[in-house]
């Protein structure tokens, strides 16, 4: 059973998947495209990407990986199919929440989110679920937006997340490193993409 704030959550993004890559187009324009290429990019081997959402980086995918592509939001996965025939990797879209996955240990060689970890209700939980099914030698990216350091920015963010949270399931305060640390993985590199608010953050499970 899934809790309140997954539910609603969930909701939230089912009444926003018809408008989300509409909604989504600047920021693909400043920059977003040229981030999920680089993402993309590090995938190998049998890839979870966790958070499909709308399909916005399958697109970018090589021919020669196979892509499982999870998400909550049935109304986003609608979206993502029908991107399908424009790809060419081979794709697999299942609704699954990332909190609880439904695939066994060790499972993936490549692990991959893009602005997902903003809307997991349990973050920890999450990057715990996805250090479990990653293989001991496996690969995990991150290309998450964060809290600023900044003392005055990273102020005004906590002020502001829960009116983003109230009204888009969005957490804009989130410290997706230490939660990464604490989820018992190991953090190889982190590429600042847009001060200190957009990151590209490489980890290894550390099993």
């Known amino acids: 059973m899934k809790s309140n ?7 939230k993004y089912d009444k926003k998947a018809k408008g989300y890559d509409r909604m989504m187009a600047p920021m693909e324009k400043i920059g977003m ?4 290429k680089a993402l993309v990019a590090k995938a190998e081997g049998l890839v979870l990407e966790a958070g499909v959402g709308t399909g916005a980086n399958l697109i970018h995918y090589y021919p020669n990986v196979k892509v499982i592509g999870v998400d909550f939001s049935s109304k986003m996965l609608e979206i993502a199919t029908r991107k399908l025939p424009q790809v060419q990797a081979e794709i697999e ?3 699954a929440d990332i909190q609880d996955l439904p695939f066994p240990d060790n499972t993936f060689d490549t692990v991959i989110t893009a602005c997902v970890f903003c809307s997991v209700p349990d973050a ?14 496996g690969e995990l990216y991150f290309l998450e937006h964060v809290r600023s350091e900044s003392a005055v920015l990273g102020k005004i963010m906590d002020w502001a997340n ?16 230490r939660n990464i640390i604490l ?9 600042k993409l847009f001060g200190d608010i957009v990151k590209l953050i490489h980890a290894s499970p550390n099993k």
């Open 183 to 191: 989820a018992n993985m190991q953090i190889i590199k982190v590429e």
């Open 5 to 11: 704030s997954t539910a609603e959550i969930m909701s």
């Open 124 to 137: 920890q939980k999450g990057f715990k679920e996805l250090r479990r099914v990653v293989k001991p030698d």
């Open 33 to 36: 495209q040229k981030w999920r």
């Open 93 to 95: 879209l299942k609704l």
């Open 162 to 177: 829960p009116l983003t949270v109230k009204h888009s399931g969005v957490n804009i305060n989130r410290r997706t490193e």
